[in-house]
């Protein structure tokens, strides 16, 4: 077996998500940002398409979850694998999600300390755009497998067969990914009934003790691909480079993502909106992602 040992502020990631050749979403959202903030990025596709499903035509390859194995292999034999994170994003197979459950695991063997970040990509404002068989697993093995958890409000509700209206129910579902065994659970894009915009909810239990946090959020008049991919990303970095500060890391994340949909609106609205001129402007936002601006703040609750 691997031995284990890094620099304190060394972080080696590996990404597993959706790749397109054109656009951004899964791993062309998240390696950039990543990497910007100091992290070393390994990533797997688990489709390569050449662009979003927000087109007309889409065209790629699905990987298997044997393929997936067969990487992961030749990775071990070479002792590549001293890993500090996981990310996992978009992952549309049932075989491919409980192959890459373990392998997760493989890894915790290695690294004990490994910090694994998933957001369970299954759907959105009352859409599953996955197989239904793919939430038990996220549910029952992934889902406990992980220190940090993205869940927009409809991944929440599905994931713990509660329906989100009010902060009460908000602390309900967090305390069920806690029970889990999830140290850190961020909501994102939560409509409250009592509210007109959106809302951040994030619960992290450290040394025994819960913090609570809450970001309001303006509605931004666009609808964007990649957001979650980009913001999981984010989140992750943050989350090492402030050894696990939840409040800071949350407006450090949400205002580089809020950065990066101004400027992606602003460019769309001068050349002309179209599927294509909405991809995010990742590139352009290169030092709102280094030096996010302190806009909007946390409240703790």
């Given at each position: 077996?691997?031995?284990?040992?890094?620099?304190?502020?060394?972080?080696?990631?590996?990404?597993?998500?959706?790749?397109?050749?054109?656009?951004?979403?899964?791993?062309?959202?998240?390696?950039?940002?990543?990497?910007?903030?100091?992290?070393?990025?390994?990533?797997?596709?688990?489709?390569?398409?050449?662009?979003?499903?927000?087109?007309?035509?889409?065209?790629?390859?699905?990987?298997?979850?044997?393929?997936?194995?067969?990487?992961?292999?030749?990775?071990?034999?070479?002792?590549?694998?001293?890993?500090?994170?996981?990310?996992?994003?978009?992952?549309?197979?049932?075989?491919?999600?409980?192959?890459?459950?373990?392998?997760?695991?493989?890894?915790?063997?290695?690294?004990?300390?490994?910090?694994?970040?998933?957001?369970?990509?299954?759907?959105?404002?009352?859409?599953?755009?996955?197989?239904?068989?793919?939430?038990?697993?996220?549910?029952?093995?992934?889902?406990?497998?992980?220190?940090?958890?993205?869940?927009?409000?409809?991944?929440?509700?599905?994931?713990?067969?509660?329906?989100?209206?009010?902060?009460?129910?908000?602390?309900?579902?967090?305390?069920?990914?806690?029970?889990?065994?999830?140290?850190?659970?961020?909501?994102?894009?939560?409509?409250?009934?009592?509210?007109?915009?959106?809302?951040?909810?994030?619960?992290?239990?450290?040394?025994?003790?819960?913090?609570?946090?809450?970001?309001?959020?303006?509605?931004?008049?666009?609808?964007?691909?990649?957001?979650?991919?980009?913001?999981?990303?984010?989140?992750?970095?943050?989350?090492?480079?402030?050894?696990?500060?939840?409040?800071?890391?949350?407006?450090?994340?949400?205002?580089?993502?809020?950065?990066?949909?101004?400027?992606?609106?602003?460019?769309?609205?001068?050349?002309?909106?179209?599927?294509?001129?909405?991809?995010?402007?990742?590139?352009?936002s290169k030092s709102d992602i280094e030096n996010p601006p302190s806009i909007l703040k946390c409240q703790d609750l």
């Open positions: 077996m691997e031995s284990f040992s890094y620099d304190e502020k060394y972080f080696r990631v590996l990404s597993v998500q959706s790749h397109v050749v054109s656009g951004y979403v899964g791993n062309k959202s998240a390696c950039f940002p990543l990497q910007l903030l100091g992290c070393e990025v390994d990533f797997i596709n688990s489709v390569q398409f050449s662009n979003h499903t927000g087109y007309k035509v889409i065209k790629g390859q699905i990987l298997k979850s044997e393929e997936l194995q067969e990487l992961y292999d030749g990775l071990k034999a070479n002792e590549l694998l001293t890993y500090t994170h996981v990310l996992t994003g978009y992952v549309g197979n049932v075989t491919f999600l409980t192959k890459l459950s373990e392998i997760i695991k493989d890894l915790k063997q290695i690294n004990p300390s490994l910090f694994v970040v998933c957001d369970p990509v299954m759907g959105d404002n009352g859409v599953m755009y996955v197989p239904p068989e793919v939430l038990p697993i996220y549910r029952d093995i992934l889902i406990p497998l992980s220190d940090l958890i993205t869940p927009n409000q409809y991944e929440a509700e599905l994931l713990t067969g509660l329906t989100i209206k009010s902060i009460e129910d908000i602390t309900k579902v967090m305390n069920i990914f806690h029970e889990k065994g999830v140290k850190t659970v961020i909501l994102s894009s939560v409509q409250l009934e009592t509210s007109s915009n959106l809302h951040l909810f994030g619960s992290s239990i450290l040394n025994d003790k819960k913090h609570f946090v809450n970001m309001e959020i303006k509605k931004l008049p666009a609808e964007f691909t990649g957001t979650g991919d980009l913001f999981s990303a984010l989140l992750l970095a943050w989350m090492a480079r402030t050894d696990g500060d939840l409040k800071v890391s949350c407006e450090n994340a949400v205002n580089s993502l809020q950065c990066v949909l101004k400027r992606t609106i602003d460019y769309a609205a001068k050349v002309g909106k179209s599927v294509a001129t909405m991809e995010l402007q990742l590139i352009r």
